[in-house]
């Protein structure tokens, strides 16, 4: 049995801590916000995940000294964009060598840090690892077979927390590459817009089946320029991760995409789905790390138009479909009267 802290109490940090407390740990989880740890605490309930039942041994606490001390895990579960913040709040109680996993998906845009860098620059004595995989909170809650990627600095490590974290409902496979495993996950969420917006537009399979071959060619160009394993983008964390967002209803990145092709504007497509919209927050920086690395993104460019500048859904696709012709990929050998020419 570990001792395991969740830090952050949304869907998938709740999800996570029902999953480990299944599985024998014993769980903490921590809340920044006050009336968030007395619902739990007076319900045992999470109102985003309704069919679940928090067990009376859990602990809930808004005290970072309570819930970081003598922890054998930390799980670092809040939004991409207050993962600074909170990991600078933990600075005084993380002793050298606290292994901390992190399962939020995001890239921070004023630094265009990964979300593990930003852990790593705010908690240098911590050992930081990453979890991602087509994984919906709801899903998890109800012991729905899932599938996940542990990436870690070390082999010590990412064998640590498969041990972990892997039960007969969650099979966790291992990977070096922590930065390809944040790119595909972070970037994926801005593709789910844009299959969303498609999808409120009211357009149909092809152009979904489009929009995930074109959305995971673009992550994985980003992703290698960065310094990523190619394999790391067919896998979990990559493709895979990218059809569930694309295609779920649980997915609020690709609700709030259906409201934006439906007419409303990106704050009231996030104030409807009442959740962090990681993709519009990962939008503007996965467009800046093409920039520096000079990387065609025209999917990612589009969405930044449509959410940022006032472009309409339909004229983005529009000029998408349009664009000047190309071939699909680079590297390939010509064949004409018998001699190979490499294109």
């Not at 299959?195 to 092809?206: E, F, H, T, V």
């Not at 320029?225 to 991760?241: C, H, K, V, Y």
């Not at 927050?281 to 940022?308: C, D, H, M, W």
Request: charged share 20%.
């Amino acid at each position: 049995m570990a001792k395991i802290s969740i830090i952050g109490a949304g869907s998938w940090g709740i999800a996570l801590a029902s999953l480990l407390y299944h599985q024998g740990h014993e769980i903490i989880v921590w809340s920044a916000l006050r009336h968030e740890i007395e619902h739990l605490n007076n319900t045992r309930q999470l109102p985003t995940l309704p069919e679940l039942k928090l067990p009376e041994e859990m602990e809930f606490t808004e005290s970072l000294d309570q819930a970081m001390l003598g922890r054998d895990l930390l799980v670092m579960a809040v939004p991409s964009i207050y993962v600074r913040k909170t990991a600078a709040g933990m600075r005084p109680f993380c002793r050298e060598g606290q292994i901390l996993v992190n399962v939020a998906k995001g890239i921070e845009e004023a630094t265009l840090m990964t979300l593990s860098a930003v852990i790593e620059q705010e908690l240098p004595m911590a050992d930081v690892a990453v979890l991602s995989g087509p994984s919906h909170a709801e899903e998890v809650s109800r012991g729905l077979p899932t599938t996940c990627v542990v990436g870690a600095r070390s082999r010590k490590t990412a064998e640590y927390l498969q041990e972990i974290l892997m039960s007969p409902v969650f099979r966790v496979y291992t990977s070096p590459d922590v930065l390809g495993i944040e790119i595909g996950g972070a970037l994926k969420n801005v593709i789910a817009l844009a299959a969303g917006i498609a999808d409120g537009l009211g357009y149909g399979d092809n152009t979904k089946a489009a929009l995930i071959t074109r959305g995971i060619y673009e992550i994985t160009r980003l992703g290698v320029a960065m310094g990523g394993r190619e394999a790391t983008f067919g896998g979990l964390s990559g493709i895979g991760d990218l059809i569930v967002t694309c295609a779920s209803m649980h997915s609020r990145n690709r609700r709030a995409g259906i409201l934006i092709g439906k007419g409303y504007s990106m704050k009231a497509a996030m104030d409807e789905v009442q959740m962090v919209v990681e993709g519009v927050y990962s939008a503007r920086a996965g467009l800046a790390l093409a920039e520096k690395y000079q990387v065609p993104v025209p999917i990612i460019t589009q969405v930044n138009q449509v959410l940022f500048e006032g472009k309409s859904a339909r004229t983005a696709v529009d000029d998408l479909m349009l664009r000047d012709k190309a071939k699909e990929s680079t590297g390939a050998f010509w064949e004409k009267e018998g001699e190979l020419t490499k294109d």
